[in-house]
């Protein structure tokens, strides 16, 4: 079973970057997406940007034009650049694996595998 570990996360000032990275283990497979997913107190998780099993990017509008996704084969790491972030986008960011659909390739119900998580802070 595929298993998910992020790395790059920690406290940037407002307007600053960071380079998150989530390493696969395991088989992963061709149908599967791969996503990133925001939670942070009292929030639901959300869905942040995908790489669908098109190997399609697709960010969230809330952090379109500042987040970018990229991926060079299904075997490699995951990459979210984080640009001009926002204290809004303090949050503990998940990496996430499964057959998503292009219904729910931003939702939780599109996953089952799910890594420990990386906090972010951004300070204002």
């Known amino acids: 079973q595929v298993q998910l570990m992020e790395s790059g996360g920690g406290s940037v000032q407002a307007g600053g970057s960071l380079r998150l990275s989530c390493l696969a283990t395991?088989?992963?497979?061709?149908?599967?997406?791969q996503a990133w997913f925001r939670q942070s107190p009292g929030k639901e998780r959300e869905g942040v940007a995908v790489f669908d099993y098109l190997e399609q990017p697709t960010v969230a509008d809330s952090v379109k034009g500042r987040f970018t996704v990229s991926r060079e084969n299904i075997k490699k790491p995951l990459f979210l650049q984080m640009d001009t972030l926002k204290p809004e986008d303090t949050a503990i960011y998940y990496c996430?694996?499964?057959?998503?659909?292009?219904?729910?390739?931003?939702?939780?119900?599109?996953?089952?595998?799910w890594g420990q998580g990386t906090q972010v802070t951004v300070a204002s």
């Open positions: 395991g088989k992963m497979y061709s149908n599967y997406c």
């Open positions: 996430a694996a499964g057959p998503c659909t292009r219904r729910n390739k931003l939702s939780t119900d599109g996953y089952d595998v």
